[in-house]
Structure formats: C-alpha cells, structure tokens
C-alpha cells in the first residue's frame, strides 16, 4: 500500500516480516541488497529494533522526530536481513505527515517503506505519480495531496562517534550540527558512484537514480551566462528535431526562446525549488523530452540536497559556462 508523508509516498508493508519486505522489492524492481527504512510512530520502538545504546541517535531523534531524518543504528535480531537488505544496522524514521503517523500507530507494525517509486524513477510527491509507476502493481494508494517538501528524507549514521549525513535532505549538516556538535558528510556523497576510492556508505545513492528518459544537462555559472548557453544549446537540439525542455525559475523563466519551458520553483525560497524538483523531472518523462537542460541551484545547506539530487537524475553531466 502506498501513503503519503512530508518528504515523498512510501510504499508500505510490515516491516519485521521478511515476505512482506520481499514484495516490495518485487513491486519496486529494485535491488534486493538495497535496503528499507522503517518507519515508526513512537520513541520506544528504538528498544525493539535496535541494538546497543546510541546517545548520538537518541539526540537527534529527540530533536527531530517526528520529521524528515532517518537515523542508522545497529539493528536487533527482531529485524529481518530481507528488510536491511543483509546489513546488521536498521534505518529508521518517525514520520510527521498525520495520514503516515496514523496508519502506522493504528497498524500496530513496524512500516518497511522505500520511496513508492518503480525503481530508476524520480521519487513519487503526489498519488499521480504513485500510480503511473505502481498501477496493478500494488492494491491501494492513500491520496494525501502533494508532499510538503517534496525530497527524501536525511540520512544519518549514528553508529560511530560523529554523525555521518548519508543522504542530504530537509534537515540539512548545520541542522545536525546544532544539535550534536560535530557532523560530516560521507565522503562518498558527491563523487560520481563509479568512483573505487569512496563508494557512498548507503546503499541506494549508488545506483543512477530519478533518472529522466531524456539526457539532462545542468549548466553552471552566472545566471546570464547560464541562460545564453542554455538557449543556445536548446535552439540547436530544437533545430535538429529533437524535444526539448528547460528547467527554468520563475525569476528565469521569460529569458527562455525554445522547447518546453517549466517553472520548478523560485530562487526566492529554496523549498519551492525542493518541492518541484521530482515533479518537472517526470513532466519531462511526460512530454518525452529528449534533451533537458537546467540552471544549477546554490549547494548550501537545503541546496545540498537539491544539487545532489539533480546532478545524480544528470549522470553527472554537467557544463561550467
Ligand atoms: O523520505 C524518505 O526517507 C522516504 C519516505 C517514504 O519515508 N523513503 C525513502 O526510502 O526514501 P528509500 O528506500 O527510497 O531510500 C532509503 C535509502 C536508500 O538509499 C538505502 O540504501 C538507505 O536508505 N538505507 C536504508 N537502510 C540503510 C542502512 N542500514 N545503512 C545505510 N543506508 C541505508
Ligand atoms: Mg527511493
């Protein structure tokens, strides 16, 4: 079953019962070595689930839950390797989204939940989206509307001594760092994931993700720049008959002369541009855009999440101009 919550849809199913987790990876097409968040509605699931005390953990969950983090602890013997996909350590998150929170206190489990997308696909943030990948795949949708902020959830590891950010989302480095003092960044979170040296420690920001149909590019540099390249990259491809889509901003968007011209957000507030991303991403799938091309986004606190997520869906492609 898929459900909203403040980040993206889920795509739920009992969390300690490993036919269940296996279903999802079934419906999903993804990975089975790719492993689940589980999703709880009170502190004290943390006995069950995990093993060993983390005061880090503890910290951050006090300070953020229910809301977009996941934190990585050991896992207790309760939890079934299919669910983390062979680790011995458990991501887990309390959602803060009322339709989430509920289902998962009144189900009385443990929700296993990937983002309700099929695999490869840019992360679901609204019940259309669920349905175009998920449709006879799955038996039901609860439609809550849009996602609020419209990017997974943080990722961070707590097992060591310093919390590690896995994932960039909402709750950005400076977030964490208020709360425990020290925080990085795992050093394989901005290398291409072909790179040998630093391989990214979760899992799924390994493989090539919310990938569009089309070939994205992103271009860098100053905004007037920016915008001359972009036009004339757009009005060769356009030339040669391609499809063409630019991803534009509000305060950009009239400068664009070709192809299909989309507004994710205003640089005015970063959260509209986080809202926006995976939506413009599948509109483009949509339109069948061969070539998409788009500005780039300041990588600062929230922009990290947002630049990680847009150079992955560009297979790193990108233009300094
Ligand atoms: O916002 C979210 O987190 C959404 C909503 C539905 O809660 N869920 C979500 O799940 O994004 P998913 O499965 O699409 O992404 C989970 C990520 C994957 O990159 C996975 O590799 C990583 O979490 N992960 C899960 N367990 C892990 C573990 N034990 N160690 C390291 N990474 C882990
Ligand atoms: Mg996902």
């Known amino acids: 079953m898929a459900f909203p919550t403040e980040t993206v849809y889920g795509l739920g199913a009992d969390g300690l019962n490993s036919d269940a987790s296996k279903k999802i990876y079934a419906a999903k097409g993804r990975p089975s070595d790719n492993p689940l968040i589980l999703h709880i509605s009170s502190i004290k699931a943390l006995e069950d689930l995990t093993e060993g005390d983390s005061p880090l953990g503890r910290k951050l969950a006090q300070a953020f839950w229910p809301g977009p983090l996941t934190l990585i602890f050991q896992k207790s013997n309760k939890v079934p390797l299919e669910t983390t996909g062979g680790l011995d350590t458990v991501a887990i998150r309390m959602p803060s989204h009322p339709i989430a929170y509920e289902l998962i206190r009144q189900s009385g489990a443990y929700i296993a939940a990937p983002s309700a997308n099929a695999s490869g696909r840019p992360s679901p943030t609204a019940a259309d989206h669920v349905l175009e990948d ?40 400076e977030d964490i760092k208020e709360i425990t003092g020290e925080a990085e960044y795992d050093k394989g ?133």
């Open 134 to 173: 998920m449709d006879g795949r799955i038996e039901m949708i609860i439609d809550g509307g849009r996602a609020d902020i419209g990017l997974e959830s943080t990722i961070v590891d707590v097992t060591g001594k310093v919390p590690v950010i896995l994932r960039p989302g909402f709750i950005t480095l």
């Open 189 to 321: 979170l901005f290398k291409k994931p072909d790179n040998d040296d630093f391989k990214p420690k979760a899992p799924g920001m390994k493989y090539r993700h919310y990938a569009p149909k089309g070939q994205l590019t992103i271009y860098e540099g100053e905004s007037d720049n920016v915008i001359r390249a972009i036009n004339s990259a757009a009005a060769v491809k356009q030339a040669e008959g391609y499809r063409v889509g630019i991803i534009a901003t509000k305060e950009t968007a009239e400068a664009y002369h070709y192809g299909s011209v989309e507004v994710i957000g205003t640089r005015e507030d970063e959260k509209t541009i986080a809202a926006g991303l995976f939506q413009i991403l599948r509109e483009f799938d949509t339109q069948q855009a061969d070539y998409i091309f788009s500005e780039s986004f300041y990588d600062n606190s929230l922009g990290q999440a947002i630049m990680n997520r847009l150079l992955k869906a560009a297979g790193y492609h990108i233009e300094k101009v």
